[in-house]
């Protein structure tokens, strides 16, 4: 018998299943494929991520709290996960994106730069831009090691499984299958150190949709061969073939929001999906949000935006 059930062992079940072993709940992680897998969201060896989110103000407030959660795992994990090397942003003067960036920069304190064209050659000469394009630099902006950072998440749990088993003996690793699967799959403690690499990541947020149980079958030869002209033509002092070529997937909501909520009609299953290609930063918050709700807790934040009945097709069901 479990309190909770977590299906799913990307990086926002992971870090519920964290969040809810720290909470004392007995908690079983299920994933699917053995562990680490490159089918889901949440592989790869790095995300953005920033305090900055344009006019998603909520999202902003959120990350406040993620930036802390990222470096509490890291002194847990005693692993390495987020790089701060700021985060820039270009695009043409006047672009709506590039103004809302500096709104939410300047709204939520934020320290950034204003970059002119000339600032963009100075600075980064290794980039080839139109020459009317400006930049913003996010000093909140960085890099989070993914790959680090969902072994961490699993890791932790894992110890934290362990302590509890230890010091009231209601866990036995035989007794307990989301331990065993981790450890089973030799996922978590038998991984080869990945090194930070020193190399670029070009990546492409626009693919075609995909049915996840085919997703070999989707044609990335014409998304190849755009982002290849996209080297090319910004990116010069890079080769054009990529060393390593890697299709992801993510889920879109219609809104781009999350959906982080109760199930309309079965109150005790609680959804975390639809984290719209920009879930990785928020996942130590989200893990903390979805264990909330599994403990019938008061959220920590306004969840209005992420409700699952903002979507017509959900109210008519229920
Ligand atoms: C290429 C790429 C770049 C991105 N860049 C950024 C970025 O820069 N910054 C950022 O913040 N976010 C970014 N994202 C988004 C972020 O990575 C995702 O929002 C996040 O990884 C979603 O995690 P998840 O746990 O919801 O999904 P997943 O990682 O897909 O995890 C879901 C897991 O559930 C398992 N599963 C599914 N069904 C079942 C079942 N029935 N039984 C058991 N297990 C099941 C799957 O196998 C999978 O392991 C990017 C995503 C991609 C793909």
């Not at 059930?5 to 990307?10: M, Q, S």
């Not at 913003?136 to 749990?157: E, P």
């Not at 989707?218 to 890697?246: C, N, W």
């Amino acid at each position: 018998m479990y309190d909770v059930v977590v299906v799913g062992a990307g990086i926002e079940g992971s870090a519920t299943a964290y969040n809810l072993a720290k909470n004392g709940q007995k908690t079983l992680l299920l994933e699917q494929f053995p562990l680490p897998h490159s089918r889901g969201s949440s592989h790869g060896q790095s995300r953005i991520t920033r305090v900055e989110y344009g006019e998603d103000d909520h999202y902003a407030v959120m990350m406040k709290e993620g930036g802390k959660l990222w470096l509490s795992l890291e002194r847990e994990s005693g692993t390495s996960l987020l790089v701060n090397c700021g985060c820039l942003s270009v695009s043409k003067q006047g672009n709506s994106y590039m103004k809302a960036t500096i709104s939410s920069l300047s709204r939520n304190g934020i320290k950034y730069d204003i970059l002119t064209p000339g600032d963009l050659r100075d600075r980064y000469p290794m980039l080839s831009l139109p020459p009317d394009y400006v930049g913003v630099f996010d000093y909140s902006g960085g890099v989070l090691r993914a790959d680090k950072a969902l072994r961490a998440f699993q890791t932790v749990l894992i110890l934290v499984l362990y302590w509890k088993e230890k010091k009231d003996g209601e866990f036995s690793a035989g007794r307990f299958p989301a331990f065993r699967n981790i450890r089973e799959n030799g996922g978590v403690y038998a991984l080869p150190s990945l090194e930070y690499p020193g190399h670029a990541k070009v990546c492409y947020h626009d693919g075609p949709e995909t049915d996840p149980d085919s997703r070999d079958m989707a044609d990335t030869g014409r998304i190849l061969s755009t982002m290849k002209s996209y080297v090319r033509e910004h990116l010069p002092s890079l080769q054009d073939p990529p060393s390593i070529v890697e299709p992801c997937m993510y889920t879109n909501t219609p809104d781009k929001q999350f959906i982080l909520d109760h199930h309309p009609i079965h109150r005790n299953i609680i959804i975390g999906a639809g984290f719209s290609g920009h879930g990785f930063k928020l996942a130590p918050v989200v893990g903390k949000i979805l264990s909330e709700l599994a403990m019938d807790k008061t959220p920590s934040y306004d969840l209005t935006p992420c409700r699952i009945d903002r979507f017509s097709s959900t109210k008519a069901r229920m």
